[in-house]
């Protein structure tokens, strides 16, 4: 909607028209610059041009080959390379290649011809004596803002687009960086394809790299397009030819004076527009039987060879969190040294009721907040890679849960072990494969709900303090500070949905639930057995173990589903 001010002013529209009138052509083997002043809509007509518009209100007509544009035809096709340069930190140049060769070439591409292409393509930008570097990320580890952005180019070209938009290429580099990438560029450009890009202030080198020229004014119209011609000469008399407009000074930048000149200019010849509108004769309309290049199960062992390559190298997440729990083991197994054989009094065995419900809460919320950022950073690459048509969402999330699995058992393994022998459990097989089984289900949930708040918040500062809110209320209700029979019948169901409750019944139901030993309870009644006193004071039952295996299965399934739908339903970046 309009601001109060410029309703004051007197304006009476309700929207705010950001294009008006833009009318203009983008050929193969040409290559467009797209300019204009700060807020003359250059992002914004490039960003509808290529369906990345995700706001507003399009009117209009869009012909590709003289037919009406088709979004999901034209992702296809096309591909868009955004001014930041977003590619996953951990894998290499060349696997990023392949990654995106292999979900957006046809599925009649054999795997020989993808390798061979993705070669191909890194020849073209000259990314061959780095394709073993990883990526990194951008200004701290990795490669360098002018060899991402070639990273950039090489991504989208990989899926051998007809048409390629580029945000401002050189944006934020020096003389040289720039001019490797306008290099890169025009070598695109020299294999036939159609090349837009919108460009900032350009120095006279890169200017005259263009062929062709779209400029636009403030308030979204057009005021050229046409051919630059040789040393700009062909815009130069253009704007020459118009009153008013002063010649041009000797080695001036052609760009910076057609910019200052610009708001004197008159629209341009539409002839070439209308012939391009109408399709050649007999020509037949672009048409895919599938919106994606690979079918589900091949989107998702790509996306699951990528994320797998991403957690292998991600020393900082995974060391720190194996790290961190054999540390806890540690110290819960020697604080707690040998207790677990203890239960001759209720002292006795709460200490032990502590010791179970201490370890579930500290590997837990660690697990839950290092997973985090890990998360987020890969969404971010997630919606360019969504946006350019590689896969669907579902495939992308159910990889990166696959991914967590082994990794989970891993530690769980070795901590079941420690904290098990350490405590001084009851060594007897069913007993320790209990432990390892709820240990396992009770990490991978605190894992899963980590990555669910990052789903649902903007960013993994929002979604830490979405997680931390409930961390408080799963201790409360966890049973253990307030027996399930003291809880009030008012919150009875908070209980039954906490996670950490049934983490609790199971791991104490599991290891005393069997007991018939007798147990010191001072007031309480007479040879009163631990598995009586579990249950009048707990209210653990030690035939519910079925019920609790299953719902201890269901909470990282639920938590998974979650992340996955909402990494499906869900855009936090809006253009």
Not at 58 to 79: C, L, M, W
Not at 230 to 259: C, D, Q
Not at 269 to 276: P, T
Not at 508 to 532: C, E, H, M, R, W
Request: aromatic content about 14%.
């Amino acid at each position: 909607m309009m601001v109060q001010e410029m309703r004051d002013q007197g304006v009476q529209e309700t929207r705010l028209q950001l294009l008006k009138g833009v009318t203009s052509t983008f050929r193969p083997g040409v290559l467009t610059a797209l300019m204009g002043v700060s807020g003359a809509g250059k992002t914004t007509l490039m960003d509808v041009l290529a369906g990345r518009k995700t706001g507003g209100y399009i009117e209009g007509d869009i012909r590709v080959s003289g037919f009406p544009k088709k979004q999901e035809t034209f992702a296809r096709i096309s591909g868009y390379c955004e001014q930041t340069d977003i590619h996953s930190p951990q894998v290499t140049v060349r696997e990023s290649l392949i990654f995106s060769a292999f979900l957006r070439l046809a599925k009649e591409v054999s795997k020989e011809e993808k390798m061979m292409f993705v070669d191909q393509v890194m020849e073209l930008v000259e990314l061959v004596d780095l394709k073993d570097a990883i990526v990194g990320l951008p200004g701290v580890t990795g490669l360098s803002t002018e060899q991402r952005k070639r990273l950039t180019i090489a991504v989208e070209l990989v899926a051998n687009p007809s048409i390629i938009f580029m945000d401002e290429p050189t944006s934020g580099l020096d003389a040289r960086a720039a001019a490797i990438v306008m290099r890169a560029v025009r070598n695109t450009v020299d294999t036939g394809r159609t090349v837009v890009c919108t460009i900032h202030q350009p120095s006279i080198d890169i200017f005259e790299a263009f062929d062709e020229l779209l400029l636009m004014k403030r308030g979204g119209q057009v005021i050229y397009s046409g051919p630059l011609g040789r040393n700009s000469h062909k815009i130069v008399e253009y704007f020459e030819a118009i009153p008013g407009v002063p010649k041009i000074p000797e080695k001036y930048n052609p760009a910076t004076w057609m910019l200052e000149a610009s708001s004197l200019a008159a629209e341009r010849n539409k002839q070439l527009v209308q012939e391009l509108s109408v399709p050649p004769q007999g020509a037949s309309d672009l048409y895919f039987a599938t919106q994606f290049s690979q079918d589900t199960w091949g989107q998702y062992k790509s996306c699951l060879w990528k994320q797998w390559w991403t957690y292998w190298r991600s020393p900082d997440y995974n060391v720190v969190r194996f790290i961190f729990t054999l540390a806890t083991a540690l110290m819960i197994g020697s604080v707690f040294w040998q207790i677990g054989g203890k239960r001759s009094n209720v002292q006795d065995l709460t200490m032990v009721l502590g010791a179970i419900y201490s370890a579930v809460i500290f590997v837990g919320v660690n697990n839950c907040s290092t997973v985090q950022p890990m998360v987020a950073v890969e969404r971010t690459v997630f919606y360019r890679e969504k946006a350019a048509g590689m896969y669907s969402a579902i495939p992308y999330a159910i990889s990166q849960v696959t991914c967590e699995l082994p990794y989970v058992f891993i530690q769980t393994t070795y901590y079941s072990l420690i904290v098990y022998a350490m405590v001084g459990f009851e060594w007897k097989a069913s007993k320790f494969f209990w432990f390892l089984f709820i240990n396992y289900t009770s990490f991978l949930y605190w894992t899963y709900y980590g990555m669910m708040t990052v789903s649902l918040t903007p960013n993994h500062q929002v979604a830490s303090i979405f997680a931390s809110a409930f961390y408080g209320i799963f201790n409360l209700f966890s049973g253990f500070f307030i027996p399930r029979p003291k809880i009030p019948k008012w919150w009875i169901w908070y209980y039954w949905i906490c996670p950490v409750a049934w983490t609790i019944y199971g791991l104490i139901t599991s290891q005393y639930g069997d007991v018939d030993t007798p147990i010191a309870f001072p007031g309480g009644p007479p040879n009163l057995t631990v598995k009586q006193y579990l249950k009048d004071q707990y209210g653990f039952e030690s035939d519910f173990m079925g019920p609790v295996a299953a719902v201890l299965v269901i909470f990282p399934v639920f938590f998974a589903f979650v992340f996955a739908f909402c990494i499906r339903t869900l855009n936090f970046q809006t253009r």
